[in-house]
């Protein structure tokens, strides 16, 4: 080591000798000479490749260390193809070091001087690691699910049928969640509450673009960190960040059958201490659905009359979504980020109903024709600023978040109907009708929460924050009626309603975990209070509540978690988990007005609705062996005053049917779930899910009756993804629900397969074919049989359709784009000012 210091000392001397012979270097020339400590123009620069196939290694991490130790003075990442350069270089001694995961380092001695100031070093050969690369292959390949004790992490970016589409797309293949034929998401049969990086949101899935999440997690029995409203458990939407220095973003398109088109484009700029992302996307889609509805109303037992319906309705929406801000760190343990989201969206709906009322021989009273043309919009403004402090001990931490979202719209319809006597052709004036209606929203929304992590040592941590959550909304249906033989419209006064929502939620929670006796626990107790208030301002009525009132339901406010885990040896761990959540009855639930109406059917609130309140069990085990994961829950969950939907008729023997809400007494339900994920062979991965689970459900049609619905079923789910060679894939998803108890019926049966190949070219090319529905078997409904009538009803949300979507991914590794993008600005020639002639 000595010697290689003197001859870097002998060295610097020379070449500082040789210096001081040019113009203006030495002190005794030019009085406009440089000083030598500002001399930073030399220039390295060449080409990377690896050693055996002799192509570019591209992102290779080429670094200028100082000749006697391991500081680095510049550093800078190899292009796609291959070349590097390491600009703005001092003379002197330097170690050249080029590494790249996989590879052995490569290590060469360098003097820059005037004979090297724009030196190149030509191509520099990377010798694969073989014993590395071995590793390697076993890790980098994400899989699409992964699973653990408290949740399950779902990779988005993995899933080939989510390509080009929405965040329904990606959650319909995740174990135990299912879609609705409205869009509505459930776990294990309970609605679920959405969060995005963590917080909650006024997005729904629908609107945030597939490509834009990075993974979803499933938490099935949250913490007192999370709302106590989420009842049904939260899918946690992460989105995709940009953790690498330099610019990278993506441009993808598609098309597809049912006037599909989407497209987006993203772009993130990153270099410390600031990262810029900007992203936009365009999303729209129609389907041609039908469906029927047959119903046999009943009097003291006795059929008293038939109604048979059939629909068919085309839909189609388009979505668009942007979404940009900065992250910003103040210094290492300070950062801010400040972002903003757009979306904006429309609905077109053209549903077309004939309808027969028969009586009870089957002898038909009179039919009809009903088309319901709807147009609507919406558009919703988010902004978010973050920040984050981080502290010496590691994990300790303190953030806070504060959020606005505004949001309005426009809606209008028109219902046609034309009813016809038996035998005529010509629709009757006097039951033959229009009815229009206009509509307008509009709401905003503030929240601000705060949290502090602080690590007692290795296996204690205390958590505790505060949040706060105040929403204001308005909404005004002005709806008109008039029969075919009126000359004028008229207001039809149960239908035109305008109403505003107050609504206020608080929140702090306190957490504690640790460990003893090698098992791990977390006990938490979470306080929320809520008030809720909505009036009908063109009516002069309000309903409200609030929780606590005072002492006598202040525990209606206490929402306890305590989790307990166990490792065993051989990649095993048991968890044992209780917690207490609460669903409060919405505006739409509660409000005695009449929300929505055909012939034969009314939909209308119940004031007196009280929350229901949840209590969660869960055991689970969970076990890793080689390429095979296993996770098995036992779960269940005791329901008081659940909210049920309840149908009766308008009047003894009526054809009308009143829809509308009430307090059960009681419902349970318990489960065990299976999970199993494994890859087979070399090229083939499995993952499959089976739910089995009992549901029960009593409640009091009236104040001395009480009815019960009891049953088990299951779902299950299969995801099989085979790597053909030549980076092409392929993968098949199956879903299948058995019918599921509801408190007056069951659903009917539901399953569908879709079937996914990709092709990735040069990991920068992605190419996408996605067959959904591929036997267009994708029917829900429900079958209901209560002492008023029986009914099937069968709907569809979409039908089988065909996306193609290509995605070409750009960027560069850089660690000063900003300071090189300025010096470009500035000309090269700014760094050689006072070098005169000499040079």
Known sequence: MTKHILIFLLFSLFSFSVFAQFPGMSGGGNTKGVNMSNMNFARLYGKILDAKTKEPVEFA?????????DSAIAGCLAKSNGDFALENLPFGGYRLRISFLGYKNYDQRIFVNMQSVDKDLGNIML???EALLKEVTVTEEKSTMNMSIDRKVYNVDKDMSAKGGTGLDAVKNIPSVSVDADGNVSLRNNGVMIYVDGRPTTLTLQQIPSDQIDRIEVISNPSVKFDASATGGILNVIMKKNTKPGYNGMVMAGVGTGDRINSMVNLNVKETPFNFFVMYSYNQQANANDGFTNRTNLFNGNVVGYYDQTNVARFSNAFQFGRAGFDYNINNRNSITLSGNYVHGTFNTVDNQKSEIFDSSRTLLNNGIRVNDSKSWFTNYTAQLQYRKTYPKAGKELTSD???????????YLNTTENYMPGSTTPDPNFSNLMANTGNSGANMYNFQLDFVNPINDFTKFETGVKSNYSQSHNKQNTLFKTFADYDYVEDTSLTNHYSIDNLVTAAYVNYSSKIWGISYQGGLRFESSYY???????????????????????????????????????????????????RPNFFQLMPFVMASDQQNIRIGNPKLKPEFYNLAELNYNIQWNKLNYLTSFYGRFTENPITNVAYPQAPGSLVLINTFENGSNSFTYGWEQTLKATVFKNLDITANFNYFYTSVNWNPTPTTTMNNS???????LTLVYKFPKNISMQVNGTYEAPKIMPQGTSRQYYFMD??????????????LLLSDCFNSKRMGSLYDTPYYTQELVRRRETRYLRFSVTYLFGKMDVSIFKRAKQQKGGDNSQMEGMGGGF
């Open 61 to 69: 991490a080429a670094a200028l260390l100082w000749f006697d130790k």
């Open 127 to 129: 010798e694969p690691d």
């Open 402 to 412: 504060l959020n606005f979202n505004h949001n309005f719209g426009n809606s209008k």
């Open 533 to 583: 208030k909505g009036t009908l301002t063109n009516k002069g009525q309000y309903f409200s509540y609030q929780y606590p009132t005072g002492i006598d339901n202040l525990m209606n406010a206490m929402f306890p978690a305590v989790y307990f885990s166990k490792k065993l040896p051989h990649n095993q761990e048991v968890q044992l988990n209780f917690s207490r959540k609460i669903n």
């Open 711 to 717: 049953g088990y079923s299951y779902t299950s789910k």
């Open 755 to 768: 079937a996914s190949l990709s092709y990735n070219w040069k990991f920068k090319w992605m190419f996408n």
